[in-house]
């Protein structure tokens, strides 16, 4: 069972840019894929986007112009920052992973953390 | 961009009633690319079904899920009180690559 945990802050101001970092255990990230995945209070799931370890990366054309996903191979870690935040960014944000290869479903996930915008 | 539609948006019945939930999707998705979550309230969703029809690690088999091109369905054969929760669909696809539908909620009477 992988085991993936999101961490970073809690509250963040408007205009500004929301960081958070997602620690993989029980394997190595170079294994699968990973995915940010985000639900803003009672409504549905929004992915963001995902990395590889060699860095690659593919995000959603919604959010594109304000994401950046990145991969350190030594912490067994990614990351998300977004930029330019507002109060629609207020959500709970996942990580998650998928393996590819046909495999585009998304089988381990974080508990989430609740990031909010709010000055 | 596919857009995933879910149906009913809310689904209430009662212990050991069957639930059939809907998942249209607006242009052909390839089974191989549908998958289906579970997620309870202050929870993270959890994989329920991948490829369609196949269920992951551990999902009873009251849960199964079928379809092909732009309609595919999950049926909870015998519903338990533990099932309450919000179901969404998934695809993988082109621009964005992954979508999610906006959920049905099943409850129980």
């Known amino acids: 069972q992988v085991q993936l945990q999101e961490s970073g802050p809690g509250l963040v101001k408007p205009s500004e840019t929301l960081s958070l970092t997602c620690t993989v255990s029980d394997v190595s990230i170079s294994s699968s894929y990973w995915s940010w995945i985000r639900q803003p209070p009672g409504k549905g799931l929004e992915w963001i986007g995902y990395?590889?370890?060699?860095?690659?990366?593919i995000y959603n054309p919604s959010l594109e112009s304000r994401v950046t996903i990145s991969v350190d191979t030594s912490k067994n870690q990614f990351s998300l920052k977004l930029s330019s935040v507002t109060a629609a960014d207020t959500a709970v944000y996942y990580c998650?992973?998928?393996?590819?290869?046909?495999?585009?479903?998304?089988?381990?996930w974080g508990q989430g953390t609740l990031v909010t915008v709010s000055s | 961009e596919i857009v995933l539609t879910q149906s009913p948006g809310t689904l209430s019945l009662s212990p050991g009633e069957r639930a059939i939930l809907s998942c249209r999707a607006s242009?052909?998705?390839?089974?191989?690319?549908l998958a289906w979550y579970q997620q309870k309230p202050g929870q993270a969703p959890r994989l329920l079904i991948y490829?369609?029809?196949s269920r992951a690690t551990g999902i009873p088999d009251r849960f199964s899920g079928s379809g092909s091109g732009t309609d595919f369905t999950l049926t909870i054969s015998r519903l338990e009180p533990e099932d309450v929760a919000v179901y969404y669909c998934?695809?993988?696809?082109?621009?964005?690559?992954?979508?999610f539908g906006p959920g049905t909620k099943v409850d129980i009477k």
């Open positions: 998650a992973r998928f393996l590819g290869w046909g495999k585009y479903y998304f089988d381990d």
């Open positions: 490829g369609g029809s």
């Open positions: 990395i590889y370890y060699s860095g690659s990366t």
């Open positions: 998934q695809q993988y696809g082109s621009s964005p690559e992954f979508t």
């Open positions: 242009q052909s998705v390839s089974s191989s690319y």
